[in-house]
């Protein structure tokens, strides 16, 4: 069993910088795939990121490409998600997700333990 805790979340003007961090349990976190998602209101869940068990390897929505970077501590069992050049329609709950396989994935359904969420909140 994984546990998923997020934090980073808040306020922000646009074109400003947040860090979400995601602390994990366990002593497998090196083996697992890592992801986020985001969620706004009235909206289905969508990719952001991903990153591979190792950390060699990441995968990123269009959306966020060039201005998002997802990071990985496997000493720290920590996941981050540095977002830059925020934009209003950034605004949502972003989700930390786990899956217990090596490889980025961008599928919610690919994910196995997911977190409570972090409210991200970018103003125009």
């Known amino acids: 069993q994984v546990q998923l805790v997020e934090s980073g979340g808040g306020l922000v003007q646009a074109g400003g910088s947040l860090r979400l961090s995601c602390a994990t349990s366990?002593?497998?976190?090196?083996?697992?795939?890592m992801g986020w998602f985001r969620q706004a209101p009235g909206k289905e869940r969508e990719f952001v990121a991903s990153i591979s068990s190792t950390g060699g390897g990441t995968y990123y929505a269009n959306s966020v490409k060039g201005r998002f970077t997802i990071a990985r501590d496997n000493v720290k069992n920590m996941v981050y998600l540095q977002m830059n050049s925020l934009k209003p329609e950034d605004t949502a709950v972003y989700y930390c997700?786990?899956?217990?396989?090596?490889?980025?994935?961008?599928?919610?359904?690919?994910?196995?333990?997911w977190g409570q969420g972090t409210q991200v909140t970018v103003s125009s």
């Open positions: 997700a786990a899956r217990e396989f090596a490889y980025v994935a961008a599928s919610s359904s690919s994910y196995d333990y």
């Open positions: 366990g002593r497998t976190f090196s083996r697992y795939a």
